[in-house]
Nanobody, 122 residues
Framework: VQLQASGGGLVQAGGSLRLSCAAS????????VGWFRQAPGKAREFVSA????????YYADSVKGRFTISRDNAKNTVYLQMNSLKPEDTAVYYC????????????????WGQGTQVTVSS
C-alpha cells in the first residue's frame, strides 16, 4: 500500500483544515491509520489514530476536542478535520498504517505517506 497525504496549507489561528490520507495499491480495510506530526527541531509526535472499522479513535491531549479523525474505507481515505488551529499545530503531518499494536505508538507503523505541511499563523 502507498499513502498520499494532502490538504495542508497556510491558515490563520482559529481556522480549519481537513487533511486526507489516500491509500493506493491495496485496500485500506484492516489497517489502523494514524496521523503524526513533526515540527521544526522537534521529534515526530502522535496526533490521532483510528481503528480499521472506525469504531475506535484516539487523540493526543493537545488536539482533543479540536481534531476529528474519520475514515471512508470505500474510498480508501482517512480524514483529519482540524478546527481551532493554533500556531503550535504548525508541522508536517504524516499518515501511516499498522496492522496491530498500540494506536499512539510509532512502533509498528510501517507504511508512511510523504507528509503535508500545515502552517498556522498567529
Amino acid at each position: 500500500v502507498q499513502l498520499q497525504a494532502s490538504g495542508g496549507g497556510l491558515v490563520q489561528a482559529g481556522g480549519s483544515l481537513r487533511l486526507s490520507c489516500a491509500a493506493s495499491g491495496r485496500t485500506f480495510s484492516g489497517y489502523i491509520v494514524g496521523w503524526f506530526r513533526q515540527a521544526p527541531g522537534k521529534a515526530r509526535e502522535f496526533v490521532s489514530a483510528i481503528s480499521w472499522s472506525g469504531g475506535r479513535t484516539y487523540y493526543a491531549d493537545s488536539v482533543k476536542g479540536r481534531f476529528t479523525i474519520s475514515r471512508d474505507n470505500a474510498k480508501n481515505t482517512v480524514y483529519l478535520q482540524m478546527n481551532s488551529l493554533k500556531p503550535e499545530d504548525t508541522a508536517v503531518y504524516y499518515c501511516a498504517t499498522k496492522v496491530r499494536g498500540a494506536f499512539n505508538v510509532e512502533f509498528q507503523y510501517d507504511v508512511w505517506g510523504q507528509g503535508t505541511q500545515v502552517t498556522v499563523s498567529s
